[in-house]
């Protein structure tokens, strides 16, 4: 069974970088065809698509948040991260990662000095 799990800092000053790691078990991140998405969902708003890795390495980012935001990954580690710059408080939501119906169980981040 596929399982994703986010980690990271809770709590990321403005102007700073958001890193977020999750740690994929039950499949490869280069498994053919699977498309490693974050996504994330603010306070009384509904889910944003940020951006996919694919198993071929290839990235795609939402147009909003294309200058500000990068996908990686770790084969080595099974694991792909997202880095989201010069956040804002309203980069504060739940963040998840996401993968052919597959979800983590969410990492809340607050954008607060």
Same mark, same amino acid.
């Given at each position: 069974?596929?399982?994703?799990?986010?980690?990271?800092?809770?709590?990321?000053?403005?102007?700073?970088?958001?890193?977020?790691?999750?740690?994929?078990?039950?499949? /490869?991140?280069?498994?053919?065809?699977?498309?490693? /998405?974050?996504?994330?969902?603010?306070?009384?708003?509904?889910?944003?698509?940020?951006?996919?890795?694919?198993?071929?390495?290839?990235?795609?980012?939402?147009?909003?948040?294309? *200058?500000? &935001?990068?996908?990686?990954?770790? &084969?080595?580690?099974?694991?792909? /991260?997202?880095?989201?710059?010069?956040? &804002?408080?309203?980069? &504060?939501?739940?963040?998840?990662?996401?993968?052919?119906?597959?979800?983590?169980?969410?990492?809340?981040?607050?954008?607060? *000095?």
């Amino acid at each position: 069974q596929v399982q994703l799990q986010e980690s990271g800092p809770g709590l990321v000053k403005p102007s700073q970088t958001l890193s977020l790691t999750c740690t994929v078990s039950g499949t /490869s991140i280069t498994a053919m065809y699977n498309a490693w /998405s974050w996504i994330r969902q603010a306070p009384g708003k509904g889910l944003e698509w940020m951006g996919v890795i694919t198993y071929a390495d290839s990235t795609y980012y939402s147009p909003f948040l294309k *200058s500000r &935001t990068s996908i990686s990954r770790d &084969t080595s580690k099974n694991q792909f /991260s997202l880095q989201l710059r010069s956040v &804002t408080p309203e980069d &504060t939501a739940v963040y998840y990662c996401h993968v052919n119906g597959y979800w983590g169980q969410g990492t809340q981040v607050t954008v607060s *000095s």
